[in-house]
């Protein structure tokens, strides 16, 4: 599958059933894949297809940061156009052009294309239809974005699709003339855990491998694979000539670039034979083995790939439980150079969006159970993760269960009273980094065998939901009783959630990945997920 066609708007007979009204929406959390990209290399030129293609028109107005005085009192933005070059005859440097000669527009391998920018800022525009329009969970107008948990991988068409998508949830005319830049979290390569990490993980590097070349011996000589060789092995590389899930390019490296192609103009198409229905079909249903088996089947694959970042989902959540700042606010919140509640007075995050991409997505459903014969995530595609409250009563301003972003409101500004004893918490910036003021812990990433009674309770009448691409998934360790709302499975108390994800979040994840480097690399047994 290559670009997502997402689905209508809910109707209000959909919102009833998805939303209960004695259900309270307390926080958002999405998972969002890039857009639509060019290829990460210049595959298959022997078959026609230009290395260059020119569909990235950022390249003609891009913007950096500059410095203006020496004192670093000042600052302002420069802007520039991107061309690109390449080798041309005798190694001589000549500027690289698209299929029909352009010269500018042009993308470098693997970049969101204006197709991406268009998806990814429509996919905002949904989640401001849901969350702000029909439910009225959050603001319409915003003064700063500090209760928005926004986090990006290091890759440019992540953090790129992120900010096209909170352009379209919140665009300049729903922001007021004062909003300062919004925060968005990043982190260096070797401690990114927002995508599973081979390239910075040991051990992952080691399963994975292992994973894939039982994938390889697995179907290697199928009938599947040779009906692949007789539709496209004519266009392998003299190196490799036969089509296989190891060969040179990889199976996985033909399917990005039929799917980079079908997403975008008949100016970067393939010859027909690599869009043959059932070949796809193929291409898909081994790729999807070889790269998302091992998080099925291993807790280790799936401890050391994802579990870090389902840690830190729920740590999330929990942090809105306890109300602590643990849901994302300490990093978000506070004045340049401090640490704390949001710069408009927000105490609490209520939506999140992390950029990230394909194996983020499949990686952190098929850990919890909830990706059975599912095809390889298109782009554009997303997960969002909703926490909600079990009401005790009735709200004057909730509807369809929603909780009113203006009752919200209300509540921190009485909340915002208390600044003695937000200090006392939280402290600031400085005293935090020089370890005077420790961030609070609360009930985090302790395990839920760890907590006592007391701390049991505070996650009694919270529950999780999950969906993907607008389906509602189920996590198959809520299906039994006393672990979801009463009538409906999808619901998952966070009790029993936290402690399906507490049996891979690692307590070390740099230590995990350095583990267990000559154990092997196969369960004895399949150790189901989701459970």
């Known amino acids: 599958m290559t670009t997502f066609i ?10 009833d059933r998805l939303y209960p009204k004695d259900l309270e929406l307390r926080l958002v959390q ?45 600052w302002d933005e420069l802007k520039f156009r991107r061309r690109m070059e390449t080798f041309g005859e005798d190694d001589l440097p000549v500027i690289a052009a698209g299929p029909n000669g352009e010269i500018d527009g042009v993308c470098q391998f693997g970049e969101l294309t204006d197709k991406g920018r268009e998806t990814t800022l429509a996919l905002g525009r949904r989640f401001r239809h849901l969350y702000v329009d029909q439910l009225g969970f959050m603001p319409k107008l915003i003064q700063d974005a500090d209760l928005i948990y926004l986090r990006s991988t290091p890759l440019a068409r992540a953090l790129e699709s992120l900010q096209e998508s909170f352009e379209g949830m919140y665009p300049a005319s729903t922001r007021t003339a004062s909003f300062p830049p919004p925060t968005i979290i990043t982190r260096s390569p070797q401690d990114e855990t927002l995508f599973p990490n081979d390239s910075n993980c040991r051990r992952f590097s080691q399963l994975s491998r292992a994973f894939a070349q039982r994938t390889a011996d697995r179907w290697n000589d199928t009938p599947d694979m040779e009906y692949l060789n007789t539709l496209i092995s004519k266009w392998m590389p003299q190196s490799s000539k036969r089509v296989a899930v190891d060969s040179h390019p990889r199976l996985s490296g033909i399917m990005d670039t039929i799917n980079s192609t079908l997403a975008h103009g008949p100016e970067t198409r393939l010859p027909s034979k690599f869009y043959d229905q059932k070949g796809r079909a193929i291409i898909d249903k081994i790729g999807v083995e070889e790269w998302f088996s091992g998080f099925r089947e291993s807790n280790e694959y799936r401890m050391v790939g994802v579990g870090g970042l389902v840690g830190d989902i729920v740590s999330r959540m929990v942090g809105s439980v306890e109300g602590n700042g643990n849901d994302g606010l300490l990093e978000i919140g506070g004045e340049t150079g401090d640490m704390g509640k949001g710069r408009g007075g927000e105490t609490n995050i209520r939506f999140g969006m992390s950029g990230c991409h394909d194996t983020t ?22 997960i969002a993760l909703e926490l909600f409250r079990k009401m005790t009563g009735t709200p004057t301003e909730l509807v369809a269960g929603r909780s009113s972003f203006d ?14 004893l937000w200090a006392s918490i939280f402290g600031s910036a400085k005293n935090i980094a020089s370890g005077s003021v420790p961030a609070p812990q609360g009930i985090a ?4 065998e760890e907590l ?9 009448g919270y529950y999780v939901r999950i969906r993907y691409n607008d389906r509602v998934m189920v996590v198959p360790g809520c299906r039994a009783v006393g672990k979801h709302l009463d009538g409906d499975e999808s619901f998952c108390t966070l009790e029993a959630f936290k402690r399906i994800a507490d049996g891979f979040t690692p307590k070390s994840w740099k230590q995990a990945c350095n583990s267990n480097l000559d154990a092997p ?6 150790e189901k997920a989701g459970y």
Not at 407 to 420: A, F, G, L, N, V
Not at 445 to 448: L, P, V
């Open 6 to 15: 997402p689905r209508g708007p809910y109707s209000k007979e959909e919102l």
């Open 30 to 74: 999405i998972l969002l894949r890039h857009g639509e990209r060019s290829p990460v290399s210049g595959r298959f030129q022997n078959a026609g297809l230009a290395p260059y293609w020119p569909y990235c028109n950022a390249a003609k107005r891009m913007t950096n940061a500059i410095m203006t005085e020496t004192d670093w009192s000042s």
């Open 361 to 382: 997505l499949a990686a952190v459903l098929t850990s919890l159970g909830a990706f059975e014969n599912e095809k390889w995530p298109p782009y554009t595609s997303h």
């Open 407 to 420: 009752e919200e409101k209300r509540s921190q500004t009485q909340e915002s009273q208390k600044q003695s």
């Open 445 to 448: 990433r302790r395990k839920i």
């Open 452 to 460: 006592n009674t007391e701390e049991r309770k505070k996650l009694d």
């Open 521 to 526: 690399e196969f369960p004895n047994t399949i």
